[in-house]
């Protein structure tokens, strides 16, 4: 697994679909290329001092390197946005979090049909 480092990709990533639990959003997207896995970790100023951001991206980082890379599909690029509940919360938690996450990132995405749900008289709403 290697690391996002330059802001380019993260911007690619954060076009693609993303999955938001308490301690972090999950954000993930598929790569044209042969390459690793990669992974990013962010966390914005407004999540607490320099030391806290630090403890968040550690926490962050340490979920990665616990869950296994067998839900991480190949050839994809995930971000993950740090929150300031990942301070607190379990590590075992965070891990779960992380799982499901990676499953719900996984699943395909709705039809882009038509969406709107049809009125009791037959007709649909436009």
């Not at 972090?24 to 970790?41: A, E, K, N, S, T």
């Not at 740090?82 to 996450?101: H, I, K």
């Amino acid at each position: 697994m290697d690391r996002l480092r330059q802001r380019a990709d993260f911007l690619a990533v954060a076009n693609g679909a993303r999955a938001n639990t308490a301690a972090f959003v999950l954000q993930g997207r598929r790569r044209d290329d042969q390459g690793p896995i990669r992974v990013g970790y962010t966390v914005t100023k407004k999540n607490g001092t320099a030391t806290e951001r630090n403890r968040i991206r550690r926490r962050l980082r340490e979920v990665i390197r616990r869950v296994d890379a067998i839900y991480m599909r190949p050839h994809h690029d995930y971000v993950l946005v740090g929150r300031r509940d990942a301070l607190t919360r379990d590590l075992a938690t965070m891990l779960d979090d992380l799982r499901s996450a990676l499953r719900r990132l996984d699943r395909p995405a709705p039809k882009a049909g038509n969406t709107s749900a049809p009125n009791p008289n037959g007709m649909t709403r436009p």
